[in-house]
């Protein structure tokens, strides 16, 4: 994949719908970033990730929404920034990782419990970091306009449809055997396509043990 490709790819990431949709590699959080900076930083965080996995993933991962305390500071879906930070696993390469949140929104970078529970339960079935890659049917971060950007909810239908596109041409990037999909939401999109996929429980809510027995039995 030449470099041109991959700035398309990133590019697509642009036409965000509108509403209560924060895009974080076009857009600032103007309350809790540390500046018009970010989206930059998340863009190439997000380059470089993709880049370390093109043709060495086996494994795609494919999720609800973007969330709050994952890819909507670091730029990468199912990541955290204290993930990044604290280097646990080898995320991205060539490039030193960096937050976007302001320390004092949150002193030590966001944590998702999610990324936390994906990552870990993939490294401990013995998948290599670059072995597997990590997307949402609805890239964009959706979130509770009562609420603010910090917080998440499920993209309506409208939004999903019109994440579909990016969702296929990630896929075209990414043309693995093992497709995994987390909950109902991610799985019908990718009935949409026309792509066979394992559904398997999203972490989230309860369903950590499950899903970590279900995923195991898929890669094994």
């Known amino acids: 994949m030449s470099r041109k490709q991959l700035d398309r790819f990133v590019q697509r990431l642009k036409a965000s719908p509108s509403g209560a949709v924060f895009n974080p590699w076009w857009e600032v959080d103007r309350e809790n970033d540390i500046g018009r900076i970010a989206s930059i930083i998340r863009r190439q965080q997000l380059r470089a990730y993709v880049k370390e996995r ?6 795609v991962v494919i999720g609800e929404a973007l969330g709050y305390r994952g ?27 960096r937050r976007t949140s302001k320390p004092s929104v949150c002193p030590n970078g966001f944590s998702e419990t999610t ?5 870990g339960a993939l490294l401990k079935i013995g998948v290599l970091p670059d072995e597997f890659v990590l997307w949402n049917a609805f890239p964009w971060h959706s979130f509770d306009p009562r609420r603010g950007l ?9 939004e999903q449809l019109s994440g579909r596109h990016v969702l296929k041409d990630f896929l075209e990037l990414f043309p693995c055997e093992q497709i995994v999909a987390l909950g109902k939401i ?3 999109q990718l009935e949409q396509l026309g792509v066979h996929a394992h559904c398997v429980r999203h972490p989230a809510s309860g369903g950590a043990k499950l899903f970590r027995q279900q995923i195991a039995k ?3």
């Open 54 to 59: 093109l043709g060495r993933a086996t494994l």
């Open 71 to 97: 890819g909507h500071f670091s730029g990468i879906p199912m990541t955290s920034e204290r993930m990044l930070l604290r280097k646990q696993q080898h995320i991205v390469a060539g490039i030193k990782p």
């Open 115 to 119: 990324a936390t529970i994906v990552w």
């Open 150 to 158: 910090l917080s998440n909810r499920r993209p309506n239908k409208s």
């Open 186 to 188: 991610a799985g019908a």
């Open 218 to 220: 898929i890669v094994r």
